[in-house]
């Protein structure tokens, strides 16, 4: 409290004793008894408004303990049940459970992890994939501002993600792995990694990598086959040695047959070896006889130009060109899509051309478009555009039915740049994105499609593609989020078949690793997306004859249903609404790959590494205690103790309110039970 207010209070209690005194010690009616109690009770009153009418503010001191955090997390892999310790790893996480001297010290938190990371409840040792790396970067981010070590309780094999003994500079607090497992580096000769295109074209080599690796001591050969059905159609002899553990083979297989090509890889198992499964991967291409033809015009160099290209031809289905205005013109009538990068006056002779053979486009405008020039070279839409720019970000129209459209955070993206001006569409059209400036829609479209007389466009009036393509990457650490929208933008443009009042989209193979997802659309008899009307999807397999009914889940404009609980094999699926009344069909493989199955030890080396890197300690399953012992008298996860100083105003003091009322009551009680009034 300051000096000031101190002056004010007691200049209130001066003033309160003298109206006090003057209203009941001059000449008053009252005796000594009354004049007395009336008094102080008029005094109490008056000091008690002033001190509301000053409002001094009053301030307390609290202290209090803060524990450290200890967050673990817990491998439920497929991988633990491989190795066959279920049981160590629930008896670790009993022990934790129960440890009173570490919860006591320290504010646990239980974690699962798998690719991703969840709270525990219960664990199954059942998820196909590890991402370990992406775990502690969650974990990380949860607990930045706390001192927070990590248990990690797994056995280091990681089949996804980032190499996690790298993250050491990235994290925070200290990491103590629990090695799940034996250490013991068994004989073993596997396939560690293979890579191919998904699409191949018909009659054409497609290429395969694959790198395989050896673990053991002495030389040893074996044989590398590649076969179709009963066809070998690629076999190669191999040796290794402690000096060479690994060899990479690149060679190419023909794509002869249109259709799902399914292969098995295998490098023959060598004497003595423990682990078998890893010998063998399965991989499959989808030979197509052509391909999506996308034509980029532009008469300027901008990193776009770049980020599209990446987007679209991550489908090897798509052939992507770059060409000046002058040189687009002899390409246009074999291009499926045309892409005009921020057209200006050179682009007179391609809009004519466009004009003449109906062809598809898909408009990008920015800071050097010349709308003037636009504005008359088509008709679909108008600006009325400044030389003023300004930043823009989108909102997804959650009712655009065209195709399915999933929000990847679209109004988080970095700002795109534009002219300032209100965009104008004057066709049959549809918003995909709304444009929003400085947080509030301008009501005017950022990302809209037109579909007339059979042909498709579209226009994105914004410039800083590529910035939404590292923002994509800076949120989930790949492009796939954002690919995979501009790839439905070029699949829907690119074509000019009539849409079907129930739209399907799948892929004509999955491996069962990743998710298996099947998404749909229903639209009504105008051809508006109806989310009301329910979808199921049969799925039958083809060997068993097994049949499922599973429900579609309604997903901002789309339904969708994950399969990624069915096995390796053939399937049939149809899509229908209730009352099959509109169906379609298809049909798809799952590609057996048991990432988990490919080890036959704990990954010891690297989980020493991270453990160094991050100043932390590796421990084996059998020395919980001490690893228990060292977490509780580690100095750097001390308990602090906390001072928190609040300033509250008198004003807020609730029962003041209440001393005032009393001695106003009591006043009139005295008066009124004593005659006085």
């Known amino acids: 409290m300051t000096p000031e207010t101190i002056l004010y209070i007691c200049i209130a209690a001066l003033v309160s004793l003298g109206l006090a005194l003057f209203m009941y010690g001059y000449k ?3 005796n000594g008894r009354f004049k007395w109690l009336f008094g102080v009770l008029r005094f109490l009153t008056l000091f008690f408004i002033l001190l509301l009418i000053i409002n001094p503010k009053m301030t307390t001191d609290s202290y209090f303990t803060v524990k450290p955090k200890l967050p673990i997390l817990v491998d439920n892999s497929n991988s633990i049940s491989e190795l066959g310790r279920e049981k160590e790893v629930l008896e670790l996480v009993r022990k934790i459970q129960e440890d009173a001297g570490l919860n006591e010290a320290f504010d646990v938190s239980l ?16 998820e196909n994939n590890t991402n370990i790396a992406r775990s502690l970067s969650s974990i990380n981010e949860l607990y930045q501002d706390e001192t927070a070590p990590i248990l990690l309780i797994t056995d280091g094999n990681q089949t996804i993600g980032r190499d996690y003994q790298f993250l050491g500079n990235s994290l925070k607090n200290p990491i103590f792995p629990i090695a799940i497992g034996d250490s013991t580096k068994y004989i073993d000769l596997r396939i560690a990694q293979l890579n191919t295109n998904k699409y191949a074209f018909l009659k054409n080599q497609f ?24 066809n070998t159609v690629y076999t190669k002899n191999v040796s290794f040695s402690e000096s060479k553990t690994s060899e990479t083979l690149s060679f190419t297989l023909p794509a002869s047959v249109v259709g799902f090509q399914k292969y098995i890889a295998q490098v023959v198992p060598i004497e003595g070896e423990k682990n078998t499964p890893n010998n063998v991967k399965y991989f499959a291409v989808e030979v197509i006889d052509q391909s999506t033809n996308v034509l980029v015009v ?92 300004e930043e823009i970000t989108g909102d997804l129209n959650s009712n655009f039915g065209s195709f399915a459209v999933e929000d990847i955070g679209f109004s988080r993206m970095p700002p795109m740049r534009t002219l300032f001006g209100e965009l104008e569409i004057t066709v049959p059209h549809e918003i995909v994105l709304e444009q929003i ?61 009539r849409r079907s009042r129930l739209e399907v989209s799948s892929e004509s193979f999955y491996y069962n690793n990743n998710a298996i997802k099947i998404s749909a659309q229903y639209f009504d008899k105008s051809f508006v997306f109806d989310p009301r009307v329910p979808l199921n999807i049969t799925v039958v397999d083809e060997e068993t004859q097994k049949r499922a009914v599973y429900p579609m889940l309604l997903r901002n404009n789309f339904f969708e249903v994950d399969l990624s609980s069915l096995s390796a094999g053939n399937y049939k699926y149809t899509v229908a609404t209730q009352g099959q009344s509109v169906a379609r069909s298809g049909n798809f493989a799952i590609i057996g790959y048991y990432a988990e199955k490919q080890f036959n030890s704990a990954d010891v080396t690297k989980l020493r590494v991270l453990a160094t890197y991050t100043e932390g300690s590796l421990f084996a399953t059998n020395q919980y205690e001490k690893l228990s012992s060292a977490l509780v008298s580690d100095a750097r996860f001390a308990t602090i103790q906390k001072s928190e100083q609040k300033t509250v ?9 209440g001393l005032i009322a009393l001695t106003l009551a009591l006043e009139w009680f005295i008066r009124k039970y004593n005659g006085l009034i």
């Open 28 to 30: 008053t009616k009252y």
């Open 111 to 126: 974690f699962k992890f798998s690719n991703d990371i969840s709270s525990l409840d219960s664990l199954s040792f059942s």
């Open 207 to 230: 290429p395969v990598e694959v790198i395989l690796s050896y673990a053991g001591t002495g030389a040893v050969t074996s044989r590398f086959v590649v076969t179709r059905g009963s």
């Open 298 to 389: 532009s008469s300027i160099i901008h990193p776009d130009l770049g980020a599209l290209k990446k987007a679209i031809t991550s489908n090897e289905q798509r052939k992507f060109q770059i060409k000046k205005p002058s040189e687009a013109l002899s390409l246009l009538n074999d291009s499926q899509l045309v892409i005009l990068y921020q057209p200006d006056r050179t682009f007179a002779g391609v809009y004519t051309e466009l004009d003449r053979l109906k062809k598809n486009s898909f408009t990008i405008s920015g800071l050097e478009t010349d709308w003037n020039f636009l504005n008359t070279a088509q008709s679909n839409f108008n600006k009325n555009a400044t030389n003023q720019s």
């Open 437 to 497: 400036v400085d947080g509030f829609s301008s009501e005017t479209p950022l990302l809209a499609t037109m579909e007339l007389n059979g042909k498709r466009d579209a226009i994105l009036d914004g410039e800083g593609v590529w910035r939404w393509r590292a923002g994509c990457y800076v949120r989930n650490k790949n492009f796939e989020a954002f690919d995979n929208f501009m790839g439905k933008m070029v699949q829907y443009l690119a074509s000019n078949k």
């Open 649 to 657: 105003p008198l004003i807020d003091w609730k029962y003041l309110l």
